[in-house]
């Protein structure tokens, strides 16, 4: 018995020795790979890259910015099915265990023991250890480390913040981290309106994510998905009801086609958003880094009706010139007869082919066949009908020259061939006539481009922004990023500073020529119809775009104002104090423009455009917002009638109220009379605007305003070069205006400006600029706005400017009938219109801007 005590002895010491001496091996081992490791507690700060979303100003879902495809969701808003799931499948023990799990290790040995698979049997909190602090290689030192940080974890985050930044971060394949983004990249759905079968499915994914394919390896998927149902039955989280249904449904998927694609439900990417991207990169203070990743909920001013007649109005514009040229430029792109053999191969390699497929109503098509007199197309997502798809050539009667390349030039086309070859990718539209479908038509995208920007006058929300025809042919923002001369669109700001400075709109300016020594040469500007008209009221001056009348008052008051002014409407940031810029020779962006032309319509005051009205965190903290306005009483959670809150503007005035009305009275009247009244004066409402035409027809514009709605549009080749004949602000850009309008007004109807106080209304001679009596007629007549006290007495002139420079006696007074001239042919053949009288300085003058 003794010896036996004695065995049982030794044994037992050395057994007590051997744990005591693998205890402290495995202290000492922990000890030597437990220093110098990452820092576990700043997961206790850590924010995962999370995507950006854009919301337009009703809400919609607009675009979204990311590197990882991660919507944040904070762990309370998980349904508990989402995490029992991924619990069950990887970690059943998770929350008793003290971030590794024994008895899992120990299962693991032994099944690698007896020849199976060595798994790593990690925990959920192993995993956030991998995942975030180390490195994704297989082996026991990193096993070890995992360890040791998981225990450290589980003393610094309770479970749910360590399951929080689990379901956040794990990747789920498709580009997809975290539960929130998968459920919307495989389902199309919310984390709430998930099935038990489809949360099984995801929880199958983190083990391999390309192993369960939804398509590719869809046997693999199922059985992994129904092994992760049979777990949360066993473990108490779904009833055998629920198990047997679930396991019996198929797999179906957004990749496999069953489900229409969350993204897809997305406008696609445009202008408005992309400038968004572009202006919140600079603004933020972590850049455009802090926009694809931190989470952020963007919500833009857009307004989606306003937008989408911005881009329709612009987009007829610029075709309807396109048209008026006659120049075919061929296809956007070529297939390989090869690939046309077959139905479905041209459908392919269709829709691999890059293309735009932005525009509203254009669809992309492939040229099958080519005949005498039409062509058979394909076009993408329509099916073909018994007889097939046609583009016939009398369809194209508006091409007169082709430009097309591969042998494909000349003059109007007299057979199919001559347009087109097999494998040509054109854009067609349907042509629907009371409401039955008539053919198919042939659409390019026009050479010429423009820009087209609206915003509301009294805040500055950019409301829609079209900065070209395409955004996927062109992403180049014409509206913000194009600097083009602004042309006459510039002069109401020379107006607007003599205004401020001692005129009136009966104020008289000599229209005679001028002639300016500029060191390089004499400069010679004339008014674009090559003739001038002698004193001439201010009024009229700015109606019928007088560039003689603008160079003369900007002589007088003196560019320096003119440029302050320019500058202080944020025109130009430091213009040069050249007479040629008070006629717009200068660059500036759209952008800047329009809002400068809203300063005149919300009666002076400073604005700052914004294509953002908010910006909040992933916590929903507000770290931008646009509108800056004082509101007392605004933060109690109540008001009474007692107790209305009270909101006050803070903006700088940076023009006399009494100027702006002014200027905006003499800019309806080029809507009503002058250089807009055939397109934009239709609209029958008060809009004050100026169309403006640089040299040689470059660039055409047009910006105007009511107290609500501030708009304007740019049109001009990228490179700039002349547009030809007939090509003005008025003819190009006041039809794009007015389509635009016709639509904003039903929502932002005008009214007339309020007048401003202590002044008075008299009335006015128009051509002349003589005071007439109160009870005065007549279309001559107008209601001009002066300061109390400052209107002139009855039968009294205007002011008289010459601007100090000299000119002929023989200049006649300013008449309705703007006669006294004739068409004269010069020495180069061209017709111009002399004056019947002329003087030197009449003669000498020459040359258009």
Same mark, same amino acid.
């Given at each position: 018995?003794?010896?036996?005590?004695?065995?049982?002895?030794?044994?037992?010491?050395?057994?007590?020795?051997?744990?005591?001496?693998?205890?402290?091996?495995?202290?000492?081992?922990?000890?030597?790979?437990?220093?110098?490791?990452?820092?576990?507690?700043? $997961?206790?700060?850590?924010?995962? #890259? =999370? !995507? /950006?979303?854009?919301?337009?100003?009703?809400?919609? *879902?607009? &675009?979204? %910015?990311?590197?990882?495809?991660?919507?944040?969701?904070?762990?309370?808003?998980?349904?508990?099915?989402?995490?029992?799931?991924?619990?069950?499948?990887?970690?059943?023990?998770?929350?008793?265990?003290?971030?590794?799990?024994?008895?899992?290790?120990?299962?693991?040995?032994?099944?690698?023991?007896?020849?199976?698979?060595?798994?790593?049997?990690?925990?959920?909190?192993?995993?956030?250890?991998?995942?975030?602090?180390?490195?994704?290689?297989?082996?026991?030192?990193?096993?070890?480390?995992?360890?040791? $940080?998981?225990?450290?974890?589980? #003393? =610094? !985050? /309770?479970?749910?913040?360590?399951?929080?930044?689990? *379901?956040? &971060?794990? %990747?789920?394949?498709?580009?997809?981290?975290?539960?929130?983004?998968?459920?919307?990249?495989?389902?199309?759905?919310?984390?709430?309106?998930?099935?038990?079968?489809?949360?099984?499915?995801?929880?199958?994914?983190?083990?391999?994510?390309?192993?369960?394919?939804?398509?590719?390896?869809?046997?693999?998927?199922?059985?992994?998905?129904?092994?992760?149902?049979?777990?949360?039955?066993?473990?108490?989280?779904?009833?055998?009801?629920?198990?047997?249904?679930?396991?019996?449904?198929?797999?179906?998927?957004?990749?496999?086609?069953?489900?229409?694609?969350?993204?897809?439900?997305?406008?696609?990417?445009?202008?408005?958003?992309?400038?968004?991207?572009?202006?919140?990169?600079?603004?933020?203070?972590?850049?455009?880094?802090?926009?694809?990743?931190?989470?952020?909920?963007?919500?833009?001013?857009?307004?989606?009706?306003?937008?989408?007649?911005?881009?329709?109005?612009?987009?007829?514009?610029?075709?309807?010139?396109?048209?008026?040229?006659?120049?075919?430029?061929?296809?956007?792109?070529?297939?390989?007869?090869?690939?046309?053999?077959?139905?479905?191969?041209?459908?392919?390699?269709?829709?691999?082919?890059?293309?735009?497929?932005?525009?509203?109503?254009?669809?992309?098509?492939?040229?099958?066949?080519?005949?005498?007199?039409?062509?058979?197309?394909?076009?993408?997502?329509?099916?073909?009908?018994?007889?097939?798809?046609?583009?016939?050539?009398?369809?194209?009667?508006?091409?007169?020259?082709?430009?097309?390349?591969?042998?494909?030039?000349?003059?109007?086309?007299?057979?199919?061939?001559?347009?087109?070859?097999?494998?040509?990718?054109?854009?067609?539209?349907?042509?629907?006539?009371?409401?039955?479908?008539?053919?198919?038509?042939?659409?390019?995208?026009?050479?010429?481009?423009?820009?087209?920007?609206?915003?509301?006058?009294?805040?500055?929300?950019?409301l829609a922004m079209q900065g070209g025809f395409s955004y996927q042919h062109s992403v180049f923002n014409r509206a913000t990023q194009a600097t083009r001369q602004p042309g006459?669109?510039?002069?109401?700001?020379?107006?607007?500073?003599?205004?401020?400075?001692?005129?009136?709109?009966?104020?008289?300016?000599?229209?005679?020529?001028?002639?300016?020594?500029?060191?390089?040469?004499?400069?010679?500007?004339?008014?674009?119809?090559?003739?001038?008209?002698?004193?001439?009221?201010?009024?009229?001056?700015?109606?019928?775009?007088?560039?003689?009348?603008?160079?003369?008052?900007?002589?007088?008051?003196?560019?320096?104002?003119?440029?302050?002014?320019?500058?202080?409407?944020?025109?130009?940031?430091?213009?040069?104090?050249?007479?040629?810029?008070?006629?717009?020779?200068?660059?500036?962006?759209?952008?800047?423009?329009?809002?400068?032309?809203?300063?005149?319509?919300?009666?002076?005051?400073?604005?700052?455009?914004?294509?953002?009205?908010?910006?909040?965190?992933?916590?929903?903290?507000?770290?931008?917002?646009?509108?800056?306005?004082?509101?007392?009483?605004?933060?109690?959670?109540?008001?009474?009638?007692?107790?209305?809150?009270?909101?006050?503007?803070?903006?700088?005035?940076?023009?006399?109220?009494?100027?702006?009305?002014?200027?905006?009275?003499?800019?309806?009247?080029?809507?009503?009379?002058?250089?807009?009244?055939?397109?934009?004066?239709?609209?029958?409402?008060?809009?004050?605007?100026?169309?403006?035409?640089?040299?040689?027809?470059?660039?055409?514009?047009?910006?105007?305003?009511?107290?609500?709605?501030?708009?304007?549009?740019?049109?001009?080749?990228?490179?700039?070069?002349?547009?030809?004949?007939?090509?003005?602000?008025?003819?190009?850009?006041?039809?794009?205006?007015?389509?635009?309008?016709?639509?904003?007004?039903?929502?932002?109807?005008?009214?007339?400006?309020?007048?401003?106080?202590?002044?008075?209304?008299?009335?006015?001679?128009?051509?002349?600029?003589?005071?007439?009596?109160?009870?005065?007629?007549?279309?001559?007549?107008?209601?001009?706005?002066?300061?109390?006290?400052?209107?002139?007495?009855?039968?009294?002139?205007?002011?008289?400017?010459?601007?100090?420079?000299?000119?002929?006696?023989?200049?006649?007074?300013?008449?309705?009938?703007?006669?006294?001239?004739?068409?004269?042919?010069?020495?180069?053949?061209?017709?111009?219109?002399?004056?019947?009288?002329?003087?030197?300085?009449?003669?000498?003058?020459?040359?258009?801007?």
């Amino acid at each position: 018995m003794r010896l036996i005590l004695n065995f049982l002895g030794f044994i037992f010491t050395w057994a007590t020795l051997g744990l005591f001496m693998a205890a402290a091996g495995l202290a000492g081992l922990f000890w030597l790979y437990g220093r110098d490791l990452p820092d576990h507690e700043q $997961l206790s700060r850590y924010e995962p #890259a =999370t !995507l /950006s979303r854009i919301y337009s100003g009703r809400g919609l *879902l607009m &675009d979204e %910015f990311a590197r990882e495809r991660r919507l944040f969701t904070p762990i309370e808003e998980i349904p508990d099915l989402v995490k029992v799931a991924f619990i069950s499948a990887e970690d059943k023990n998770f929350y008793n265990h003290p971030g590794f799990d024994i008895m899992g290790i120990a299962s693991a040995v032994v099944d690698a023991a007896q020849g199976g698979r060595l798994r790593g049997a990690s925990t959920i909190t192993q995993q956030v250890m991998k995942n975030f602090l180390l490195s994704g290689e297989r082996s026991a030192v990193r096993k070890i480390k995992e360890i040791i $940080l998981a225990t450290r974890l589980e #003393a =610094t !985050l /309770s479970k749910d913040q360590i399951l929080e930044l689990y *379901l956040n &971060d794990i %990747f789920l394949g498709q580009n997809s981290y975290g539960v929130t983004s998968a459920a919307r990249t495989y389902f199309s759905k919310s984390l709430e309106e998930l099935t038990a079968a489809e949360v099984a499915y995801l929880a199958a994914l983190p083990r391999a994510p390309s192993n369960y394919h939804p398509v590719r390896e869809k046997e693999e998927a199922i059985g992994r998905r129904n092994y992760v149902l049979g777990q949360m039955l066993e473990n108490g989280y779904i009833d055998r009801d629920t198990y047997e249904t679930a396991r019996a449904s198929d797999l179906l998927t957004v990749q496999s086609g069953d489900i229409p694609s969350a993204r897809d439900a997305l406008p696609p990417r445009d202008y408005f958003t992309d400038e968004i991207r572009r202006q919140l990169s600079t603004r933020l203070e972590g850049g455009e880094e802090e926009l694809f990743t931190g989470g952020l909920t963007v919500r833009a001013t857009v307004d989606p009706k306003l937008q989408a007649a911005a881009a329709e109005a612009l987009r007829r514009g610029l075709e309807r010139f396109d048209r008026s040229r006659g120049t075919y430029f061929g296809p956007l792109a070529q297939i390989s007869p090869d690939a046309l053999d077959s139905e479905e191969e041209w459908r392919v390699a269709l829709a691999e082919t890059r293309v735009p497929r932005d525009v509203v109503g254009w669809i992309p098509a492939v040229v099958l066949e080519v005949g005498e007199s039409s062509a058979r197309i394909g076009i993408e997502g329509v099916e073909n009908d018994e007889d097939g798809h046609f583009l016939a050539l009398s369809d194209a009667d508006w091409i007169t020259r082709i430009r097309a390349g591969e042998g494909r030039e000349g003059g109007r086309p007299g057979a199919a061939s001559d347009l087109y070859q097999v494998g040509d990718v054109v854009l067609v539209t349907a042509i629907v006539e009371d409401g039955a479908f008539q053919r198919w038509s042939l659409r390019q995208i026009p050479e010429i481009q423009g820009a087209f920007m609206a915003m509301d006058t009294q805040t500055g929300r950019v409301l829609a922004m079209q900065g070209g025809f395409s955004y996927q042919h062109s992403v180049f923002n014409r509206a913000t990023q194009a600097t083009r001369q602004p042309g006459s669109a510039f002069k109401p700001f020379v107006y607007a500073a003599a205004l401020d400075n001692g005129y009136t709109p009966a104020s008289i300016v000599v229209d005679a020529p001028v002639e300016v020594d500029t060191g390089a040469g004499v400069w010679r500007p004339t008014n674009s119809s090559n003739r001038f008209y002698g004193p001439t009221p201010v009024r009229t001056g700015i109606e019928q775009s007088r560039n003689l009348m603008t160079v003369r008052i900007a002589q007088d008051i003196g560019m320096d104002r003119v440029s302050t002014y320019a500058e202080r409407f944020g025109i130009y940031e430091d213009m040069p104090e050249l007479l040629s810029y008070s006629l717009g020779a200068g660059e500036t962006t759209l952008f800047n423009m329009v809002a400068a032309y809203a300063m005149f319509g919300n009666g002076g005051k400073r604005l700052e455009p914004t294509l953002v009205d908010r910006v909040q965190d992933r916590y929903g903290n507000t770290i931008y917002q646009h509108d800056q306005r004082g509101c007392r009483g605004c933060e109690g959670q109540e008001a009474t009638p007692a107790d209305m809150p009270w909101i006050w503007d803070t903006a700088e005035q940076v023009m006399d109220p009494v100027t702006a009305y002014q200027l905006s009275s003499m800019m309806q009247g080029v809507v009503a009379r002058g250089t807009a009244a055939s397109t934009v004066g239709t609209l029958g409402v008060p809009i004050a605007g100026k169309t403006g035409t640089t040299n040689d027809a470059k660039d055409a514009w047009f910006v105007g305003y009511t107290p609500r709605i501030t708009a304007g549009c740019y049109i001009g080749y990228d490179t700039p070069r002349p547009m030809g004949d007939g090509a003005y602000g008025g003819t190009l850009c006041g039809p794009v205006f007015t389509d635009f309008m016709r639509v904003a007004l039903e929502d932002h109807g005008s009214f007339r400006i309020p007048q401003p106080p202590d002044t008075v209304f008299v009335k006015i001679d128009r051509f002349t600029g003589q005071r007439l009596p109160d009870d005065a007629s007549g279309s001559n007549v107008v209601a001009e706005l002066f300061r109390a006290g400052e209107q002139p007495a009855i039968g009294q002139f205007g002011t008289y400017i010459d601007g100090g420079f000299a000119m002929g006696a023989d200049l006649p007074l300013f008449s309705s009938a703007q006669g006294g001239a004739s068409m004269q042919t010069g020495q180069d053949g061209q017709q111009r219109v002399v004056p019947t009288n002329p003087s030197f300085g009449e003669l000498s003058s020459g040359g258009l801007y």
